[in-house]
T-cell receptor
């Protein structure tokens, strides 16, 4: 069955370190998204991609970057981790022209 | 800004009782609307979606939602709640991106 996976599931890091969260989908979807989930805010969009070599900023993109070198993967990089980036991160994907998104299981990131 | 709002942060309901979760949207045109459920430690699972047509939408796990343009609402309902329905529920709307409400936590008491 097609799926979307995230790794690691849990990560503890220190302030100032670079961190990369992996997202891999086997749906063959063109669209991929990264969200962060914080209490009281629901999910907020960090970055998104509509295809290989395409990336776009979402509403909370500062301090984050993504790159899309193939259809299956959209890694999220925190250039210099800050305590404010402690959160649960979700990756999602959707087909072109379809607004229904499929979500991964999430990565819980703690920045000390 | 176009968005969705979930007025209730937390709802407690008895097992077997009915459940209604509120969602209000503020979009100019008819938006695409979704309800997702998140069980503890899990990702989000789509319960149902509304794009157009019949305003009463059936979803998985016995849930339904009704789109009411006059009230700018898309409320989620279930006639009889099971203990396994304890979770967090998110309403979401799409114009050029998917925007989520803050979520409603549902507690089910025996």
């Amino acid at each position: 069955d097609a799926e979307i996976t995230q790794s690691p599931r849990h990560k503890i890091t220190e302030t100032g370190r670079q961190v990369t969260l992996a997202c891999h989908q086997t749906w063959n979807h063109n669209n991929m998204f990264w969200y962060r989930q914080d209490l009281g805010h629901g999910l907020r969009l960090i970055h998104y991609s509509y295809g290989v070599q395409d990336t776009n900023k979402g509403e909370v993109s500062d301090g984050y970057s993504v790159s899309r070198s193939n259809t299956e993967d959209l890694p999220l990089t925190l250039e210099s981790a800050a305590s404010s980036q402690t959160s649960v991160y979700f990756c999602a994907s959707s087909e072109s022209g379809d607004h229904e998104q499929f979500f991964g299981p999430g990565t819980r990131l703690t920045v000390l | 800004a176009q968005s969705v709002t979930q007025p209730d942060i937390h709802i407690t309901v008895s097992e077997g009782a009915s459940l209604e979760l509120r969602c209000n949207y503020s979009y100019g045109a008819t938006p695409y609307l979704f309800w997702y459920v998140q069980s503890p430690g899990q990702g989000l699972q789509l319960l149902l979606k509304y794009f157009s047509g019949d305003t009463l939408v059936q979803g998985i796990k016995g849930f339904e939602a009704e789109f009411k343009r006059s009230q700018s609402s898309f409320n989620l309902r279930k006639p009889s709640v099971h203990w396994s329905d304890a979770a967090e529920y998110f309403c979401a709307g799409y114009d050029y991106k998917l925007s989520f409400g803050a979520g409603t936590t549902v507690t089910v008491r025996a």
